[in-house]
C-alpha cells in the first residue's frame, strides 16, 4: 500500500498523487468503485494509464489512498474534539455524536461513497485497523483523564476504550447504521452514548 507520507517531501509527486485521489474519488462516487477502472481516471485526468500506475500499482492501491483520507478527517474531527477544554464525560459524547452524524452524511447519503468503504471493510485492509487502533488510544486517553478527574471509577483505560468502541460499533459502522436506520427495535444514538457513558462512571 502507498504510504502518503513518503512522498510529501516532493511537492511535484504529491501534487500528482492528490490529483489522481481527486479524479478517483469523483468518478468512484458518481459510477461507483466497481464500475470505475484506472483507464476511467486517466481519461478524466487527461492522461495516459501508464502515467497512473507511476503512482498507484493498482486500483486498490488508490482505494486504500482514498479511504486511507476520508479516515484521516475522521480521526481529525476526533483529534479536535479530544483537545477540547471540557469535561472527559462531554467529550466522549461529542466523539460519538460527531462520528455518528459524519457517517450519516459522508457514507449512507451517498450509496457510491457507501460501496468504497463496504470493500475497504470487507477486504479487512491495514489502513481500516490502524484507524480503528488510533481512535481507540484517544478514547483511552480521555478516559484516563475522567479517571483522574474523579469522573469514571478506577479501571484499565486500554480495555475499557476497547469496550467502549465495541458497545458503540452501531453508531460508528456503516453497513450497522444502514441496518440500524428508521428499525423501531434499536435504541437512539443519544440512548446508547449515555448507557455507555453510564458504564464507565460504575
Known amino acids: 500500500m502507498l504510504d502518503l507520507s513518503d512522498v510529501s517531501a516532493d511537492p511535484a509527486r504529491q501534487e500528482n498523487i492528490t490529483r489522481i485521489l481527486d479524479a478517483a474519488e469523483r468518478l468512484f462516487r458518481h459510477y461507483g468503485y466497481s464500475k470505475t477502472n484506472v483507464a476511467d481516471i486517466a481519461r478524466d485526468l487527461g492522461m495516459s494509464t501508464a502515467n497512473i500506475y507511476r503512482f498507484f500499482g493498482s486500483k486498490t492501491e488508490i482505494h486504500q489512498a482514498i479511504c486511507g483520507r476520508m479516515l484521516g478527517q475522521s480521526y481529525q474531527m476526533a483529534l479536535a474534539i479530544r483537545n477540547q477544554p471540557i469535561s472527559a464525560t462531554d467529550r466522549l459524547r461529542a466523539y460519538l455524536m460527531a462520528q455518528y452524524r459524519m457517517t450519516l452524511e459522508a457514507m449512507l447519503d451517498e450509496q457510491k461513497v457507501h460501496e468504497m468503504v463496504i470493500v ?53 459502522h456503516p453497513q450497522m447504521v444502514a441496518q440500524c436506520l428508521g428499525k423501531t427495535y434499536q435504541a437512539k444514538p443519544e440512548d446508547i452514548i449515555e448507557f455507555v457513558i453510564r458504564a464507565l462512571k460504575k
Open 120 to 172: 475497504a471493510i470487507e477486504r479487512d485492509w491495514h489502513v481500516i485497523e490502524k484507524h480503528i487502533e488510533r481512535i481507540q488510544d484517544l478514547v483511552a486517553e480521555i478516559i484516563a483523564e475522567g479517571i483522574a478527574a474523579g469522573e469514571f471509577a478506577e479501571q484499565d483505560p486500554g480495555i475499557a476504550a476497547k469496550c467502549f468502541g465495541a458497545a458503540t460499533v452501531d453508531l460508528c
